[in-house]
């Protein structure tokens, strides 16, 4: 994989708040569901996922910035080109940038002093003055890749945190547990469960879709709701149901309440990070199109107030 930084189009010093919003920008651009006929963009969707991850795990992020990772988080070679460009003379001398080191024929103790005064110490401890198993010392064997997935889940069920199973590509499932202040994008990490490597698994990282619903809408961890009510329980006051992620619960409507106001239901809403939004209900009174008796009273009835007023007519 590229440069990570590059994928998500943010720069080396970009924040995690500047890296999520670059992340769900090109996820909406790139979902699958938007892109059926084009595998390309499901490919660089996945590309893109792994380059989130990256970026967003701290202790890789800052390997990769020191180079000691590429962007698919395997171990860089740990001399790049040997000894930064470092040549061999006409005589068998060393020479890092065209200078001239001899060896005095020494052979391998002339190429063993000029590793002590590289790396401040001996090479090796070894009879004979052979290398040491730390000079050179390999990485260790890198995991598997990690495995993007994607897990469309209910409105109501984001909203509750009803746990959610997921089929991996295995075949196995898993029930996940829905962290607070889910959204679409929220990404969760499956150690291990990714693609099988000389060094251990990968992970699966699955990344969530909040389905959108037929009459609630999201406003951050509160959810609205346009209840249609009459023109009786609107003027008199009535308790009606009002349907919620939960169930339907009964909401008191205060006498004389007109369309446009908006009552609240506590603890109704997404369960954020810290403390639970509310379900907020704005009352909308529905006028039937044809009735002989509201007609007849409307005839008769003179309202003196003017509600256009606060518009200034």
Known sequence: MADPYAILGVSRGASE?????AYRKLAKELHPDRN??????????????????LLMDKDKRARFDRGEIDGDGNPTSPFGAGFGGARSGPQGGFRPGGA?????????AG???????????RAGGHPGGGFSSGFGRRPPPAKGANVAYRLRVPFEDAAALKQQRIQLRDGSTIDLKLPKGVETGTQMRLAGKGDAGPGGNGDAIVTIEVEPHRFFTRDGDHIRLDLPITLKEAV????????TPEGPVNLKVPAGSSSGKTLRLKDRGFHG???RG?????????IPGADPKLA?????????GNPRARLGV
Do not use: C, H
């Not at 001239?100 to 391998?108: P, S």
């Not at 008199?236 to 349907?243: C, F, L, M, Y």
């Not at 509310?278 to 009174?285: E, S």
């Open 278 to 286: 509310d379900l907020l209900v704005t009352l909308m009174i529905e």
């Open 111 to 121: 190429f063993e002093d000029i590793l002590e005064g590289l790396f401040g110490g």
């Open 296 to 304: 007849e009273f409307v005839a008769d009835w003179t309202d003196q």
């Open 273 to 275: 990070k810290s403390v």
């Open 17 to 21: 708040d500047e890296i999520k919003k």
């Open 100 to 108: 001239q080191f001899d060896f005095g024929g020494g052979g391998d």
């Open 36 to 53: 059926q006929d084009n595998p390309k963009a499901a490919e660089r969707f996945g590309t893109v996922t792994q380059a989130y991850d």
């Open 236 to 243: 008199a006051g009535a308790s009606v149901r009002v349907p």
